[in-house]
C-alpha cells in the first residue's frame, strides 16, 4: 500500500530523519495560512498524490510571497496532474503539502527495497538525484551504489559508510548521513515497507543533508500490524475493485489490456489460470485468489467485482474443491448471477470435494453457463466465447 509524501515524512520525524517544516492542507485558504506561518520564503507547495514525477508534471511550485503561495494553491487544488507514473489519464489532486524551502546545493538519490534475488534488502544510492533512479541506471549505471544488507545481520557501520562514500558527502553532512541512514533503516524494517524512497536527498548549501521527497510503500500483507499505516490509507487514490477486494479480503489485481475475468483458489493456480488463457489465445483482465476457505459470500463478492469491469467480456472460474467445497462455489456463484445480471459467457471448471454436488447445483439453476472438464478446455472455451 502507498501512502502520501507528507505522511511518509511524519514517521521520518517520528525516526529522526530530517524533513523540512511543513504541513498537509485541503484547501486554499489553509494553504496560505501555512505559508504564512513556517516564516521564511521562499515556500514550497506540492501536489500530493500517490506517483512520483509532480515536479515535471507542474505540481510542485515555488512561491516568493503570500500572493504567489495563493496563485499556487490554486492552480494545483483541483487540476488534474499527468505525470510520467500517472498515466495520460492523469491524477486529480485533492491534498497539498506546504513546507519551507531550502538552499539546495546538489540533488541526491536514496532507496532501500527487498532484493528478491540475493534475498536481502538492498540500499542504492546515487550523487545523480533529482532525476529517475532508472533513467540513471540507463545512461550512467557506474553513480549508483548498490550495499546488499543480510537480513540477520542488519545495516553495519561499514555498509552504511559505503553508501555515504558513494554520495561523495562533505565530511560533516556525511556523518549526519550515517545517522540518517541507520534510523530509516529501522523505519523500513519496523513498518515492512516494501520500498523507501528519497529522492531527492539534498545536500543544503550549509552541508546539511534533508530529505524533500520521501516514498514508502508497504507490504500489504502486513497492514494488520500497522494501524497507523492503515489509517494513512487514501481510497481516493486507489482503484475502487481492489478497494472492495480489500474490504473483503480477497487478493485482487486489475491488468491493463485483457478481457477475460478470471476466479481461481490459491495463488499458484491462478498464475496457472492465467498461462492458460493466454496460451488459448486472450488476455486475463485481472489476478483474483478468493483464497482456500472462501465462504459463499466471498464467492458472491468476488463474482460482482468481475462483473462490474467493463473491460471484462467473459469469465473463467477455476476451483478446485479442497478447503472450499464446490458445493459452496456453486451457491456462492448463484447467489451472485441472481443479484446481478450476467451478461457475459461463464465457463465454470472445478474439481475436488462435493465435485458432483457442485456442478448438480449449477446445472438444476438453469444458468446459461459452459462447464469445461479440464484447465486447457476451460481457457480454449472462454477463449473462444470472448472472441
Ligand atoms: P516528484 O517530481 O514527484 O518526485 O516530486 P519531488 O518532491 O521530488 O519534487 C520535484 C523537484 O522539486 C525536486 O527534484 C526538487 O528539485 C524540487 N523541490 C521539491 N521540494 C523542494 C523544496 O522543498 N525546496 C526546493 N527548493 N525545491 C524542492
Ligand atoms: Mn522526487
Not at 546538489?106 to 538525484?129: C, F, N, Q, W
Not at 462455489?329 to 459467457?345: D, F, M, Q
Request: aromatic share 6%; proline share 4%; glycine share 10%.
Amino acid at each position: 500500500m502507498k501512502i502520501h509524501e507528507y505522511q511518509a515524512m511524519e514517521l521520518f520525524a517520528k525516526y529522526g530523519v530530517p524533513v523540512p517544516k511543513g504541513e498537509a492542507v485541503f484547501d486554499v485558504e489553509s494553504a496560505v495560512e501555512v505559508a504564512a506561518g513556517l516564516g521564511s520564503w521562499p515556500v514550497v507547495v506540492k501536489a500530493q498524490i500517490h506517483a512520483g514525477g509532480r515536479g515535471k508534471g507542474g505540481g510542485v511550485k515555488l512561491a516568493k510571497n503570500i500572493a504567489e503561495a495563493r496563485e499556487h494553491a490554486k492552480s494545483i487544488l483541483g487540476m488534474t496532474l499527468v505525470t510520467r507514473q500517472t498515466g495520460p489519464k492523469g491524477r486529480l489532486v485533492r491534498r497539498l503539502l506546504v513546507e519551507e524551502g531550502c538552499r539546495i546545493a546538489k540533488e541526491l538519490y536514496l532507496g532501500i527495497l527487498p532484493d528478491r534475488e540475493t534475498g536481502m534488502h538492498l540500499v542504492m544510492a546515487s550523487a545523480a538525484g533529482g532525476m529517475e533512479i532508472e533513467e540513471v541506471a540507463e545512461t550512467s549505471p557506474e553513480r549508483i551504489v548498490r550495499v546488499y544488507v543480510d537480513p540477520l545481520a542488519g545495516l553495519l557501520d561499514y555498509q552504511a559508510r559505503e553508501v555515504a562514500e558513494g554520495l561523495g558527502l562533505p565530511k560533516a553532512a556525511s556523518k549526519q548521513f550515517l545517522g540518517m541512514l541507520k534510523n530509516l533503516f529501522r523505519l523500513y524494517l519496523d513498518y515492512d515497507a516494501s520500498m523507501l524512497e528519497i529522492n531527492p536527498l539534498v545536500l543544503t548549501e550549509d552541508d546539511k543533508v534533508l530529505c524533500l521527497d520521501a516514498k514508502i510503500d508497504v507490504d500489504s500483507n502486513a497492514l494488520y500490524r500497522h494501524p497507523d499505516i492503515l489509517a494513512y490509507r487514501d481510497t481516493d487514490e486507489e482503484d475502487p475493485h481492489e478497494i472492495d477486494a480489500f474490504k473483503y479480503g480477497l487478493a485482487y489485481i486489475k491488468l491493463e489490456g485483457g478481457n477475460v475475468g478470471n476466479m481461481v483458489n490459491g495463488a499458484g493456480l491462478a498464475m496457472a489460470t492465467m498461462d492458460a488463457i493466454k496460451a488459448a489465445g486472450a488476455a486475463p483482465a485481472n489476478f483474483l485468489d478468493v483464497g482456500g476457505g472462501a465462504s459463499a459470500e466471498k464467492i458472491a463478492n468476488a463474482f460482482h467485482i468481475l462483473l462490474s469491469d467493463p473491460n471484462i467480456k467473459g469469465i473463467l472460474i477455476n476451483i478446485f474443491g479442497g478447503i472450499l467445497r464446490c458445493d459452496t462455489l456453486a451457491n456462492g456463484v448463484l447467489a451472485a448471477v441472481r443479484e446481478t445480471k450476467l451478461s457475459v459467457p461463464l465457463v465454470v471448471r472445478m474439481e475436488g470435494t462435493n465435485v458432483e454436488e457442485g456442478r448438480r447445483i449449477l446445472r438444476e439453476s438453469g444458468l446459461p453457463m459452459i462447464t469445461a472438464d479440464s484447465l486447457t478446455d476451460a481457457a480454449e472455451k472462454i477463449a473462444a466465447a470472448v472472441k
